[in-house]
């Protein structure tokens, strides 16, 4: 079975990244991060507002309320056989008008079995020839935000912008490897109980460049399978947008809240497999609810990834329906720790494989000292009392 993944991936990888522009490019930068989001279908770009904003819409760094967060996430697909796991740490700086981050994304399959010197010329195997290696994409991103004051007449209306600049790495063993820049733009406006956001990933369009490294014996093994042995080449990933807007529709005093976002995941790559779909723009919908108490206890629940397949029943090849891909999750917060999950489907007509995701936050709130400027109030001294002149004579 690993076998058999090993060439897919590795021929994939290879011949797709001969291309100079194609759809799909490092697709992985677009799974998701956190539970919540993900358990919201990714509907999110509006109300993002902790460490995972650094993915979603950096411009939310800047809601933050603790000094530091942390975030950390680990999801498997494919039953264990693809990893999955993010980190990330934020900052706001002084009077949190402005907020600095770092996040990390790991999608990687480990222990692939590498069995070109397995086999011996006689047919026999030799165990010591035996070897496995990794094949993973990887990506930093390095998050700016700040609060902007753009409509100074209207105290209600709060607007934020945030910046990425995130550095890819991709690696298939020591047969090849490929480096990445890339620069994603992000703002948020908020009024009342109304939120926006827009999050312009690869708004400058973004460069992989493929480096291989391939033993003779290697390339004897391409050239025997009738593959071309490739020497160098880059992909490009063209600018993708995340627009949302998202109500609360109770008032902030009240125990239970309730929010509800509609996003739309618009990407210029080409024609994808999408509700809207065409050459130069194709558009996902994406709805999100999430219901809360006492910003402790969270339910969540969200649909997405909607596309027309062919309805197998139909011999024609002639009728369709709508597929989409459902999600749920919950979350607790106790304290400055917040643990939350979700339950995804990576939906298929006849078989949807479905992935457990968990993700934790961790809020670290410095200790606050009392204020020394204003000097201490003296402490009164009692009146004397006056003397008694009739006890004098």
């Known amino acids: 079975m690993k076998q058999t993944i090993l060439s897919l991936f590795l021929l994939g990888t290879v011949v797709g990244a001969q291309a100079q522009s194609r759809i799909y490019v490092n697709e992985y930068l677009n799974i998701g991060v956190g539970a919540r989001g993900l358990a919201m279908a990714g509907a999110t770009s509006a109300s993002t507002s902790d460490v995972y904003s650094g993915y979603w819409n950096p411009a939310g760094l800047v809601q933050m309320q603790s000094d530091i ?48 010197d397995y086999v011996q010329p006689d047919g026999s195997f030799d165990e010591s020839k035996l070897k496995d290696f990794s094949a993973g994409d990887y990506a930093v991103l390095l998050s700016y935000a700040q609060k902007l004051n753009l409509i100074k007449k209207n105290p209600n209306i709060h607007t934020s912008i945030g910046v990425n600049a995130k550095v890819l790495y991709r690696n298939v063993g020591s047969m090849a490897n490929a480096w990445g820049f890339g620069l994603d733009i992000g703002v948020q406006a908020r009024y009342k109980g109304w939120r926006f956001g827009l999050a312009a990933k690869d708004i400058t369009t973004s460069y992989t460049a493929w480096s291989f490294h391939l033993t ?95 309805d197998n029943a139909d011999t024609n090849n002639i009728k369709k329906y709508t597929v989409f891909q459902p999600s749920v999750g919950v979350g607790f917060k106790v304290k400055s720790f917040s643990v939350d999950y979700a339950f995804t489907s990576l939906q298929m007509q006849d078989n949807p494989l479905m992935s457990h995701v968990v993700s934790i936050r961790l809020d670290i709130l410095k200790s606050r000292k009392p204020k020394t400027d204003d000097p201490a109030p003296a402490t009164p001294v009692p009146s004397a009392t006056p003397a008694d002149p009739k006890k004098d004579k």
């Open 69 to 116: 967060q942390a975030g950390l996430m680990h999801a498997e697909y494919f039953a264990g056989i693809f990893k999955y796991d993010y980190g990330a740490v934020a900052i706001p700086l002084k009077n949190k008008d402005r907020a600095l981050g770092i996040s990390f994304i790991r999608f990687a399959t480990d222990n692939i079995p590498y069995t070109l």
């Open 216 to 310: 003779d014996a290697e390339k004897a093994k391409f050239a025997a399978t009738g593959n071309e042995i490739p020497i160098k080449s880059y992909e490009v990933m063209l600018p993708r947008f995340n627009f949302g807007v998202a109500r609360s529709f109770l008032k902030e005093s009240s125990d239970i809240q309730v929010l509800a976002e509609l996003g739309f995941d618009i990407t210029t790559d080409g024609k994808r497999s999408t509700l809207i779909s065409s050459k130069p723009v194709s558009v996902d919908p994406r709805m999100g609810v999430e219901a809360s108490y006492k910003n402790a206890i969270f339910v969540r629940a969200g649909i997405g990834n909607f596309y027309r397949a062919l």
